[in-house]
């Protein structure tokens, strides 16, 4: 007991339960020998489906026990009635029943790989479709386990999704993931999808002629209705109505902002709504919450967030700028536009890029633009325009355009640029 004891004081809480998660599936060896046939079965059914393309997204994070991100809403478009999609979950909260498969939508599938992997190879080595193996930058599957999809003729779509930081990273896997990185862009059979500029010109550092493309993140628009709305009456009662609401949600973590919320705060007027997960100590430690004028909700369901949002006046993308800021496509500006709500957000790359977004460079710009946003985002030709932007960029064209991406054959852009000038 002291030893085990000792074991959780080292690694922390959460990284103990993984540990012994793993070790207990791997005492179920024995029972996944006398299950080989069950398990052979629903692989049979499962590959009995009608496809041409088959893509695996190997990962260590579950499908429904983090918030909604680019994973989750891009894996589920691009399955299609050709496409079969495959996302690896080890999760628990993933699944309703014994196999260990569970159908999402379409062709998409959430399924436990710790089971069915080899299976799976084995019984694709008799399928003829294209194979792809989708892995993400700052997830931590090994190169080994990627040289053995290679090794079965997986072509690897590798999606370079954030700045590979020390603040993002747990220290001991970042010498690996950077080692994986490089090697995996230097690679001419990799398909390298960047999901921001800097990200992009980074890939080009290191391999200039790179199969890359830039594919941002996007918007389920259809999940982001503008008309939705909660009917949490705490939450309701709180909200006055001579207010201008200025409100954000996701994750609350360092690169937040809080001295410029507090410069929000310190005008009455202004009521300030914050939902989302404590990712750090920040929010506890900036003070914002002593703010009477300041309400943290916390965490809310996926599909009510619009519900929240619909009694705001003005949407904040209020974060910090520094290199993993810089390299961030806010999945929210997207949501954010699709309710049709004006968008305020600090000197943010990929925010600036849209010209319907209003960027702040000072604290004082911050506020004075929130003011004066909560009068124009009443004009319905601004909120027009705004779901109009977020259409063009819903998941599923971003599906689209990795798919184009990969039957082009992730041609490179001085290639394409030749080829539409001779023509």
Known sequence: MSELIGKIKEKGIRQSVRMISVKMKKQEKWDVKNLRGKRKNAIDKLLSREFDTVIIFENHFGFYNIMLQRPQHLTKKLADERTLVLYNSYYDVDYKNPS?????????????????????????????????????????????????????????????????????????????????????????????????????????????????????????????PPDQKTGEKEYLSWLRPDSVKAGYYGAMASWVDYDLLKALADHPEIQIILIGIEHDASLQESGILEYKNVRFLG?????????????????????????????????????????????????????????????????????EDVLKLAEKGKSEEFQSRLMECARANDWKAKAAELKDFIKEGGMPDSVKKELKNER
């Open 100 to 224: 260990r498969i569970i159908r999402v939508a379409g062709n998409c599938f959430v399924l436990d790989l710790y089971y069915y992997r080899n299976e799976i190879l084995r019984q694709l080595r008799q399928k003829r479709a294209d194979r792809y193996l989708m892995v993400y930058s700052t997830d931590t599957v090994p190169m080994s386990r990627i040289r053995q999809y290679q090794q079965e003729g997986f072509k690897i779509l590798y999606e370079y999704v954030d700045d590979i930081n020390p603040d993002l990273i747990a220290p001991g896997r970042l010498d690996m993931i950077l080692e994986r990185h490089e090697s995996l862009i230097k690679d001419p059979a990799t398909y390298v999808i960047a999901t921001a500029t800097r990200l992009y010109e980074n890939v080009r550092k290191i391999n200039p002629a790179a199969k890359a493309a830039l594919i941002s993140n996007g918007a389920e628009c259809e999940k982001f």
């Open 299 to 367: 965490k809310r369901p996926y599909e009510e967030l619009a519900g929240y949002a619909h009694f705001f006046d003005v949407c904040m993308i209020p974060f910090v700028v520094n290199d993993i800021t810089e390299s961030t496509s806010p999945v929210k500006l997207f949501e954010y536009m699709a309710m049709g709500k004006p968008v305020v957000a600090t000197s943010l790359p990929e925010c600036k890029k849209y010209e319907l977004v209003k960027i702040a460079d000072t604290k004082e710009d911050f506020v």
